[in-house]
């Protein structure tokens, strides 16, 4: 459970957090297995017997004053009593874990309902037949190279959904028809058409007739001509009812069979837009993105075209469902109405625009060997004096309680932001010796395989089965106050600080569109600057013209301000808010949108502005970061490079580079090293690159180079990217400050 705030010590009071123009908020990782500072939980167990503050709910902690027969809440002040149980327990010298960290990891006992559920992870794939030769082939590499453990269930859909029966000698296939004006109901259950049991077969008995059953998949434009008299087939060939196909694979996987599973995930693979059925998209409003004049194109294409995934996402939350999108297309595919099934069911969402270098298979075997948390809820408190404001990432709140979120599933990497507001315009200032404080609970359920488990000699558990586990993990921190604009501005944690603004440009994007997004981001880097030279008091008031060049827009004061202006360009730099006549593509837009709002603020960073190191050799490094701009790398002299934008990983060997330097690196050099430890570390796969200059095209590495590149796409050769957007941004600072 990783917790960052954007600044260590909090603004004191309303005023200073108005004037500091920063914003104040925190990045939760909950499932992360350490803190932000690499330390474990406390584990232990009785979650459920931890004393709660009867006036705020919080849990006991360590920051809690505590006597023989009562304990303060360190987040409101009341005074609790203790149990004798408690007292009993307590007692006893490191008896309870939350007496000896403030960071705890606690079992809690099973309800009624987790006990009968079937712990074994349930995995369904659903595969695009309305699709091609190569798509299917890289399906089923992404599919074998990932199954193990699990209850596999296979299924695919056209205008047809197909459900496979592995079990058997040979594997059997069931189609049933997806009527085109269905009301989300089938000709007949899938239940009546194979029952349950018979299409989740386990993976470990039926793997090789489930490699069988995959090689029979054809795509349906192969299907005609076979003489099987299939003439509707023939009409209807080329649909994708892949709306239908959800929801109804969702309803057999769901409770109302009496089969509760733990943890059931659906993998859709889809290879272009849902275009048949309950759910079919309208992709003509891709072409006609310009046509409404004046208008915001890239607004036209942000929105949901019907709430029709969006509802059944919550149909799936309902059923306890996980679902992933798997999109291999270049086609226009809408995932801005897709979306919402994977990102509010917890699922991922994955976008590769072809099937030649895709990760798909790499991305899938991640997936599945990691481990997840599902049915999560989580909480965040404060102390008395301010209150969580909005919150940010792919939850949702819970329907009667205010602050609580819920998660169907998240892994390790997951990450939620909070933003915070003041109770009152006291702020800190009234009890000068009460700190800030921050409780983050997070109730969520694990699968313990197997082999997980300690095989005590006694053989008490049974060690074929897989168990479920139901945790407590509790987090409690303090923070400091800055007494004045200067602490404040010292104590800026910019990762922090950019994930908060990424979610606010996103969300101002999606309402408001792209361009309304990027001002929001010039404006509240234009109005920081100024409150920033307004405390240094670096303006010299009243001397007109002279005042231009007093405007310090490089923060020289404050080493902890000084990455924001740099951050801020690169994120107008960034396809998330450059323009579709810049080539970006709306599925892309979006796609990105999904990944940078669940990722943690380090990664964040790095996927707006890429680290570029430089190595002498293969095995030596030369420099460990330089800007992303042409004139530091001819400076340099370093012959290789290498650029880590977290989604893409790029070597680069200059033009000038030794002939005799190994290209490509070899495999045990520490360039290597570096890039296989960056892979095996990271949520997803980023792509490899090695492009030796002079030799092959480097536009795929220099289009990284964006410090020398206009920051809005459209400008002129002449303007010098950053220098000149900094120019501009002290011109606005300075019409702001009239
Ligand atoms: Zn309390």
Same mark, same amino acid.
């Given at each position: 459970?990783?917790?960052?705030?954007?600044?260590?010590?909090?603004?004191?009071?309303?005023?200073?957090?108005?004037?500091?123009?920063?914003?104040?908020?925190?990045?939760?990782?909950?499932?992360?297995?350490?803190?932000?500072?690499?330390?474990?939980?406390?584990?232990?167990?009785? %979650?459920?017997?931890?004393?709660?503050?009867?006036?705020?709910?919080?849990?006991?902690?360590?920051?809690?004053?505590?006597?023989?027969?009562?304990?303060?809440?360190?987040?409101? %002040?009341?005074?609790?009593?203790?149990?004798?149980?408690?007292?009993?327990?307590?007692?006893?010298?490191?008896?309870?874990?939350?007496?000896?960290?403030?960071?705890?990891?606690?079992?809690?006992?099973?309800?009624?309902?987790?006990?009968?559920?079937?712990?074994?992870?349930?995995?369904? +794939?659903?595969?695009?037949?309305?699709?091609?030769?190569?798509?299917?082939?890289?399906?089923?590499?992404?599919?074998?190279?990932?199954?193990?453990?699990?209850?596999? %269930?296979?299924?695919?859909?056209?205008?047809?959904?197909?459900?496979?029966?592995?079990?058997?000698?040979?594997?059997?296939?069931?189609?049933?028809?997806?009527?085109? /004006?269905?009301?989300?109901?089938?000709?007949?259950?899938?239940?009546?058409?194979?029952?349950?049991?018979?299409?989740?077969?386990?993976?470990?008995?039926?793997?090789?007739?489930?490699?069988?059953?995959?090689?029979?998949?054809?795509?349906?434009?192969?299907?005609?001509?076979?003489?099987?008299?299939?003439?509707?087939?023939?009409?209807?060939?080329?649909?994708?009812?892949?709306?239908?196909?959800?929801?109804?694979?969702?309803?057999?996987?769901?409770?109302?069979?009496?089969?509760?599973?733990?943890?059931?995930?659906?993998?859709?693979?889809?290879?272009?837009?849902?275009?048949?059925?309950?759910?079919?998209?309208?992709?003509?409003?891709?072409?006609?993105?310009?046509?409404?004049?004046?208008?915001?194109?890239?607004?036209?294409?942000?929105?949901?075209?019907?709430?029709?995934?969006?509802?059944?996402?919550?149909?799936?939350?309902?059923?306890?469902?996980?679902?992933?999108?798997?999109?291999?297309?270049?086609?226009?595919?809408?995932?801005?109405?897709?979306?919402?099934?994977?990102?509010?069911?917890?699922?991922?969402?994955?976008?590769?625009?072809?099937?030649?270098?895709?990760?798909? $298979?790499?991305?899938?075997?991640?997936?599945?060997?990691?481990?997840?948390?599902?049915?999560?809820?989580?909480?965040?408190?404060?102390?008395?004096?301010?209150?969580?404001?909005?919150?940010?990432?792919?939850?949702?709140?819970?329907?009667?309680?205010?602050?609580?979120?819920?998660?169907?599933?998240? /892994?390790?990497?997951?990450?939620?932001?909070?933003?915070?507001?003041?109770?009152?315009?006291?702020?800190?200032?009234?009890?000068?010796?009460?700190?800030?404080?921050?409780?983050?609970?997070?109730?969520?359920?694990?699968?313990?395989?197997?082999?997980?488990?300690?095989?005590?000699?006694?053989?008490?558990?049974?060690?074929?089965?897989?168990?479920?586990?139901?945790?407590?993990?509790?987090?409690?921190?303090?923070?400091?106050?800055?007494?004045?604009?200067?602490?404040?501005?010292?104590?800026?944690?910019?990762?922090?600080?950019?994930?908060?603004?990424?979610?606010?440009?996103?969300?101002?994007?999606?309402?408001?569109?792209?361009?309304?997004?990027?001002?929001?981001?010039?404006?509240?880097? !234009?109005?920081?600057?100024?409150?920033?030279?307004?405390?240094?008091?670096?303006? +010299?008031?009243?001397?007109?013209?002279?005042?231009?060049?007093?405007?310090? !827009?490089?923060?020289?004061?404050?080493?902890?301000?000084?990455?924001?202006?740099?951050?801020?360009?690169?994120?107008?730099?960034?396809?998330?808010?450059?323009?579709?006549?810049?080539?970006?593509?709306? /599925?892309?837009?979006?796609?990105?949108?999904?990944?940078?709002?669940?990722?943690? $603020?380090?990664?964040?960073?790095?996927?707006?502005?890429?680290?570029?190191?430089?190595?002498?050799?293969?095995?030596?490094?030369?420099?460990?970061?330089?800007?992303?701009?042409?004139?530091?790398?001819?400076?340099?002299?370093?012959?290789?490079?290498?650029?880590?934008?977290?989604?893409?990983?790029?070597?680069?060997?200059?033009?000038?580079?030794?002939?005799?330097?190994?290209?490509?690196?070899?495999?045990?050099?520490?360039?290597?090293?570096?890039?296989?430890?960056?892979?095996?570390?990271?949520?997803?796969?980023?792509?490899?690159?090695?492009?030796?200059?002079?030799?092959?095209?480097?536009?795929?590495?220099?289009?990284?180079?964006?410090?020398?590149?206009?920051?809005?796409?459209?400008?002129?050769?002449?303007?010098?990217?950053?220098?000149?957007?900094?120019?501009? !941004?002290?011109?606005?600072?300075?019409?702001?400050?009239?």
């Amino acid at each position: 459970m990783a917790l960052r705030a954007t600044v260590v010590r909090f603004p004191s009071d309303p005023d200073a957090q108005e004037s500091s123009g920063l914003p104040w908020g925190v990045t939760v990782t909950p499932f992360a297995s350490k803190d932000e500072n690499g330390n474990s939980p406390v584990y232990g167990s009785g %979650g459920d017997l931890i004393p709660r503050c009867e006036n705020c709910w919080a849990y006991y902690n360590t920051y809690c004053d505590q006597d023989q027969w009562a304990w303060t809440c360190s987040l409101c %002040g009341t005074l609790n009593g203790l149990s004798s149980e408690t007292i009993a327990r307590y007692s006893l010298p490191e008896s309870a874990p939350e007496n000896m960290s403030s960071f705890v990891d606690l079992e809690l006992p099973l309800e009624g309902s987790e006990e009968d559920m079937q712990a074994r992870p349930v995995y369904v +794939a659903a595969i695009d037949l309305a699709s091609s030769e190569e798509f299917l082939e890289l399906t089923k590499s992404a599919l074998l190279a990932a199954l193990e453990g699990s209850l596999f %269930g296979l299924a695919t859909f056209s205008h047809k959904l197909g459900l496979y029966d592995v079990q058997g000698p040979i594997p059997v296939v069931k189609n049933v028809f997806l009527p085109q /004006d269905s009301d989300g109901t089938l000709p007949i259950e899938l239940e009546d058409a194979m029952p349950l049991f018979s299409f989740l077969a386990p993976v470990e008995t039926c793997k090789d007739r489930i490699a069988s059953a995959l090689e029979t998949l054809r795509p349906t434009s192969s299907w005609d001509g076979t003489g099987s008299g299939q003439g509707l087939d023939r009409i209807l060939l080329g649909g994708r009812g892949f709306g239908l196909a959800m929801e109804t694979l969702i309803s057999y996987l769901g409770s109302e069979h009496g089969n509760t599973f733990a943890l059931a995930r659906i993998f859709a693979f889809l290879s272009g837009p849902p275009d048949y059925g309950p759910g079919q998209l309208d992709t003509r409003r891709y072409g006609e993105q310009y046509a409404s004049k004046g208008e915001d194109a890239e607004l036209a294409l942000l929105p949901e075209q019907t709430p029709f995934y969006k509802d059944l996402a919550a149909v799936a939350v309902q059923a306890g469902v996980c679902i992933d999108i798997l999109a291999v297309t270049n086609e226009y595919t809408d995932l801005a109405s897709l979306k919402f099934l994977s990102i509010d069911s917890g699922g991922s969402l994955f976008l590769y625009p072809n099937t030649d270098d895709s990760t798909l $298979p790499q991305d899938m075997y991640r997936m599945l060997s990691r481990p997840y948390a599902f049915n999560c809820i989580m909480r965040l408190r404060t102390s008395s004096e301010f209150k969580p404001g909005n919150s940010y990432g792919h939850f949702f709140p819970d329907p009667q309680y205010e602050n609580v979120q819920h998660v169907i599933c998240c /892994d390790s990497y997951a990450t939620y932001a909070y933003d915070f507001d003041f109770e009152n315009n006291h702020g800190f200032s009234r009890h000068t010796s009460e700190l800030p404080m921050l409780q983050l609970a997070f109730q969520y359920t694990v699968v313990v395989s197997p082999q997980e488990l300690p095989t005590s000699g006694s053989g008490l558990t049974s060690r074929s089965k897989y168990t479920i586990k139901r945790r407590l993990r509790i987090r409690t921190m303090q923070f400091g106050v800055a007494h004045n604009i200067n602490e404040l501005y010292d104590s800026v944690e910019h990762e922090v600080v950019l994930s908060i603004l990424v979610h606010k440009v996103i969300l101002a994007s999606l309402s408001e569109g792209v361009r309304e997004g990027r001002m929001l981001l010039h404006d509240w880097l !234009v109005i920081l600057t100024a409150q920033y030279n307004d405390a240094c008091k670096t303006v +010299a008031n009243g001397y007109g013209s002279s005042i231009g060049s007093l405007i310090d !827009v490089t923060f020289s004061q404050c080493p902890q301000l000084q990455p924001l202006p740099r951050l801020v360009f690169a994120l107008l730099r960034n396809p998330l808010l450059r323009f579709h006549e810049e080539g970006i593509h709306p /599925d892309y837009r979006i796609y990105l949108q999904c990944l940078f709002s669940g990722l943690e $603020p380090s990664s964040l960073h790095r996927a707006i502005y890429p680290l570029l190191t430089s190595y002498a050799t293969p095995d030596k490094l030369a420099y460990p970061r330089h800007s992303l701009s042409r004139a530091a790398l001819l400076t340099s002299e370093s012959p290789i490079f290498f650029l880590d934008a977290f989604t893409t990983l790029i070597v680069f060997y200059s033009s000038t580079a030794d002939p005799t330097l190994p290209y490509p690196p070899p495999h045990d050099c520490l360039l290597r090293t570096t890039i296989n430890k960056l892979k095996q570390e990271r949520s997803m796969t980023p792509r490899l690159m090695f492009i030796r200059g002079g030799q092959e095209d480097p536009t795929p590495f220099e289009n990284y180079l964006i410090e020398e590149q206009d920051v809005d796409g459209s400008g002129f050769a002449s303007v010098m990217g950053f220098v000149s957007f900094l120019e501009e !941004v002290s011109q606005s600072v300075l019409e702001y400050m009239k």
